[in-house]
């Protein structure tokens, strides 16, 4: 009886996030939105730079404590965190919802992350002087990548722990994760406020576009599955 529960886990599973209705043109919408906002930051680019004093009160007010955590989050969108942290996820939902289920949340956060990706390339918004270390050579700034990946795993975490006694508490500190990592970006100078709004938006956005793309697309390969199963096998 334990190893056949143990195989279930390993099951394919159906595969269907849960998700709002219509989560592919919500994120859509504020995939829009995320770009609007990034051309009226650079149109006004002057405003944009005046804001920098967010950054510079943060600075000036920080503790090595604070340091140390800004730090920690500085590499949290380094391309082999991000692979780490998406592998971790999909093991443990893998185990609780089988592996289908485990890489439509892989690929909601990481392909709703790299989504955004389009908007930096086009806004090219160039990004302010660090306070400390070497200036980002060749770098754009909105929206920031570090908030737009966490973002994006909080929305997939969410929606594989809907209806779990978990949910709430994990994301909330996702939630606070996502604040934290933007006060970060902010603190070390590398971002203007606006960056950390549009990768809030833009990692939302992003996440709930490939969460409504995946739920359309499952079913639609399942049953292509299955009706390629279901024909019989031709002679040579």
């Given at each position: ?6 195989a ?14 219509g ?6 919408g ?10 009226v930051a ?12 967010v950054d ?17 989050l500085?590499?949290?969108?380094r391309e ?10 999909g ?5 609780r ?9 892989m ?7 790299l989504l955004?990706?389009?908007i ?18 060749e770098a754009?700034?909105?929206?920031s ?7 994006a ?8 722990l ?15 994760l996502?604040l934290?990592t933007?006060w970060?970006?902010l ?18 956005s992003g996440a ?6 995946w ?8 049953r ?9 096998a031709?002679?040579?």
């Open positions: 009886m334990v190893e056949t529960g143990k279930k886990k390993f099951q394919m599973g159906t595969g269907i996030l849960p998700a709002p209705r989560a592919f043109w919500w994120g859509f504020g995939y829009i939105l995320t770009a609007i906002i990034g051309f650079v149109a006004n680019f002057e405003w944009t730079t005046s804001t920098y004093v510079e009160f943060f600075y000036a007010n920080r503790s090595p404590f604070q340091e140390w955590l800004a730090d920690i500085r590499d949290i969108d082999d965190v991000v692979a780490v942290i998406l592998l971790v996820m093991v443990l939902v893998t185990l919802r089988g592996w289908l289920a485990a890489l439509g949340s690929i909601v956060a990481g392909a709703g992350w955004i990706a389009g930096k390339l086009v806004v090219a918004q160039p990004r302010p002087m660090p306070f400390e270390g070497p200036a980002y050579k754009l700034s909105y929206p990548g570090h908030v737009t990946f966490v973002m795993l909080t929305v997939a975490v969410c929606v594989v809907a209806g779990t006694r978990w949910r709430w508490a994990v994301v909330i500190f996702l939630c606070l996502t934290a933007g970060s970006r603190m070390l100078g590398v971002h203007y406020p606006m960056d950390v709004v549009g990768g809030i938006l833009g990692g939302l709930f576009m490939v969460l409504g793309a739920n359309w697309s499952v079913p639609l390969a399942l292509f599955r299955r009706s390629k199963a279901a024909q019989p031709t002679r040579p």
